[in-house]
């Protein structure tokens, strides 16, 4: 007798789909049964054809929770996680009044947004010039990973130079720590922006200018370069162009123990896209080229990119202003958590053709085993939590800002269409959204901390 079974269900793998049924105990996958097979349950869920994946893990958001509320909190921005088929989420620590870099402010953050969680969450742990010697206590406390910027950041947060990150690194892998570096080459781009600046005034294409694939390699090679001296552990956020991507294949093919993620409008949308429509679709590093955008594919589906990402980076609707702040000013960030799985498994399985295990290994695996907590995430395996998504293949479907729990419901991804959509997400063995809404209950997403 199980807890809960779901039947009736395609479950996909990452690496294969098998017809079966998933036995559900205490929160627990339990059993892993033959379809067909007679089952006593107290509850059964059918999934009437539908897939059943694993459920996903965005390793990369800003929920903006505690300090930056008008943006986002833990309350709307986990809702829209899992009605969007993210059972787990990886929560950025800047964005944070103050930016979670102790173990006293974690400690103050778990307390506020625990309450509030609809999805389980893991914390980023800050990585600044005055916190080296905090590094370890966050690991302590759980954190998967530790977030570092090489290039620009916004003024709650602080940039490393390059000899800061060797000795980042090092203190790193004295804990078996990964750090995560946003690559992108501080010199260039502030240079870019000034030479823009003369100008008497600036358009989309001056911002694109300024944030070249150049930037982004230069850094993502210093990065790499340096963990290949230390033999330190690494993770480029928001790769968001092949050539990046090559360079890190490259490493890992030496054995550097490199990790990567690209995110889903980087998988959607290009360049002229910012051109023609402006600031909703400003985002760092840059969309690139329609080029681009297929080349990415390929490296999430070799394996290179282990994750697909949100980048979750909302804001209010007056900070996107090109009018009040110029195209330099203007908030760069793009609001996803709701909509990546759905777009991924439309731009990738029904327009290019993609297997689905792809989205079980980039959505679920990947991230799970690149940030500590595979075990426990990641996978449809007995013994793991019974995190799932049952998505419909055949369900149609346009993004329309009602449909969007976000505290701002505005988004790059709004007017999208597309098909196959996340119609029930179960967390723990509960269902928490279901056909769209929220069903959940706050309060019953649970801290996850790394494996040790």
Same mark, same amino acid.
């Given at each position: 007798m199980f807890n809960l079974v779901i039947k009736n269900g395609k479950v996909v793998t990452a690496d294969?789909?098998?017809?079966?049924?998933?036995?559900?105990?205490?929160?627990?996958?339990?059993?892993?049964?033959?379809?067909?097979?007679?089952?006593?349950?107290?509850?059964?869920?059918?999934?009437?054809?539908?897939y059943v994946f694993p459920g996903a893990i965005d390793t990369?958001?800003?929920?903006?929770?505690?300090?930056?509320?008008?943006?986002?909190?833990?309350?709307?921005?986990?809702?829209?996680?899992?009605?969007?088929?993210?059972?787990?989420?990886?929560?950025?620590?800047? %964005?944070n009044e103050p930016a979670m870099t102790d173990g006293q402010i974690l400690d103050k953050k778990l307390e506020g947004v625990s309450p509030n969680a609809y999805v389980d969450f893991c914390f980023w742990g800050g990585l600044v010039d005055y916190n080296l010697n905090q590094l370890k206590e966050l690991d302590e406390k759980g954190c998967v990973a530790f977030k570092s910027f090489i290039g620009p950041v916004s003024p709650d947060y602080v940039s490393l130079t390059i000899g800061q990150a060797k000795e980042a690194m090092e203190i790193c892998k004295e804990f078996d720590g990964r750090a995560g570096f946003h690559c992108e080459d501080y010199s260039l781009i502030k240079w870019e922006e000034a030479r823009a600046k003369r100008k008497d005034t600036?358009?989309?294409?001056d911002f694109l200018d300024s944030r070249p694939v150049i930037a982004e390699l230069i850094a993502t090679q210093n990065i790499i370069d340096l963990a290949k001296e230390v033999g330190a552990k690494v993770h480029i956020c928001h790769v968001s162009h092949p050539r990046v991507a090559e360079i890190i294949r490259q490493a890992q093919n030496e054995g550097v123990d490199v990790t990567a993620e690209t995110c889903g409008h980087y998988?959607?949308?290009?360049?002229?896209?910012?051109?023609?429509?402006?600031?909703?679709?400003?985002?760092?590093?840059?969309?690139?080229?329609?080029?681009?955008?297929?080349?990415?594919?390929?490296?999430v589906s070799n394996g290179?990119?282990?994750?697909?990402?949100?980048?979750?980076?909302?804001?209010?609707?007056?900070?996107?202003?090109?009018?009040?702040?110029?195209?330099?000013?203007?908030?760069?960030?793009?609001?996803?958590? %709701?909509?990546?799985? %759905?777009?991924?498994?439309?731009?990738?399985?029904?327009?290019?053709?993609?297997?689905?295990?792809?989205?079980?290994?980039?959505?679920?695996?990947?991230?799970?085993?690149?940030?500590?907590?595979?075990?426990?995430?990641?996978?449809?395996?007995?013994?793991?939590?019974?995190?799932?998504?049952?998505?419909?293949?055949?369900?149609?479907?346009?993004?329309?800002?009602?449909?969007?729990?976000?505290?701002?419901?505005?988004?790059a991804f709004v007017g999208l269409k597309g098909k196959g959509l996340p119609v029930c997400t179960l967390v723990r063995g509960e269902v928490v959204a279901q056909d769209g809404q929220l069903v959940g209950q706050k309060g019953h997403g649970q801290y996850v901390r790394k494996i040790k």
């Amino acid at each position: 007798m199980f807890n809960l079974v779901i039947k009736n269900g395609k479950v996909v793998t990452a690496d294969k789909i098998i017809e079966a049924s998933l036995g559900i105990n205490n929160g627990k996958i339990a059993a892993i049964i033959e379809a067909g097979t007679e089952i006593q349950a107290e509850k059964v869920i059918d999934a009437k054809g539908n897939y059943v994946f694993p459920g996903a893990i965005d390793t990369h958001a800003h929920l903006n929770d505690p300090g930056y509320l008008w943006r986002e909190d833990y309350a709307h921005g986990t809702a829209a996680a899992g009605v969007g088929g993210f059972t787990t989420i990886i929560d950025m620590p800047l %964005q944070n009044e103050p930016a979670m870099t102790d173990g006293q402010i974690l400690d103050k953050k778990l307390e506020g947004v625990s309450p509030n969680a609809y999805v389980d969450f893991c914390f980023w742990g800050g990585l600044v010039d005055y916190n080296l010697n905090q590094l370890k206590e966050l690991d302590e406390k759980g954190c998967v990973a530790f977030k570092s910027f090489i290039g620009p950041v916004s003024p709650d947060y602080v940039s490393l130079t390059i000899g800061q990150a060797k000795e980042a690194m090092e203190i790193c892998k004295e804990f078996d720590g990964r750090a995560g570096f946003h690559c992108e080459d501080y010199s260039l781009i502030k240079w870019e922006e000034a030479r823009a600046k003369r100008k008497d005034t600036n358009d989309w294409q001056d911002f694109l200018d300024s944030r070249p694939v150049i930037a982004e390699l230069i850094a993502t090679q210093n990065i790499i370069d340096l963990a290949k001296e230390v033999g330190a552990k690494v993770h480029i956020c928001h790769v968001s162009h092949p050539r990046v991507a090559e360079i890190i294949r490259q490493a890992q093919n030496e054995g550097v123990d490199v990790t990567a993620e690209t995110c889903g409008h980087y998988l959607t949308f290009t360049d002229q896209d910012v051109v023609k429509n402006g600031s909703l679709f400003k985002c760092a590093p840059p969309l690139r080229d329609a080029a681009a955008v297929e080349g990415m594919w390929e490296y999430v589906s070799n394996g290179t990119l282990s994750a697909i990402a949100s980048d979750h980076s909302p804001c209010e609707l007056s900070e996107k202003s090109e009018e009040k702040h110029g195209v330099f000013g203007a908030w760069g960030g793009i609001s996803g958590i %709701q909509n990546v799985m %759905q777009v991924v498994f439309s731009e990738g399985v029904v327009k290019r053709g993609y297997c689905p295990t792809l989205l079980a290994r980039s959505l679920s695996e990947g991230p799970a085993k690149a940030f500590g907590i595979f075990g426990k995430k990641g996978a449809i395996q007995v013994g793991f939590d019974a995190d799932l998504v049952i998505l419909d293949p055949e369900k149609e479907w346009e993004i329309t800002p009602e449909s969007l729990y976000y505290v701002n419901p505005i988004s790059a991804f709004v007017g999208l269409k597309g098909k196959g959509l996340p119609v029930c997400t179960l967390v723990r063995g509960e269902v928490v959204a279901q056909d769209g809404q929220l069903v959940g209950q706050k309060g019953h997403g649970q801290y996850v901390r790394k494996i040790k």
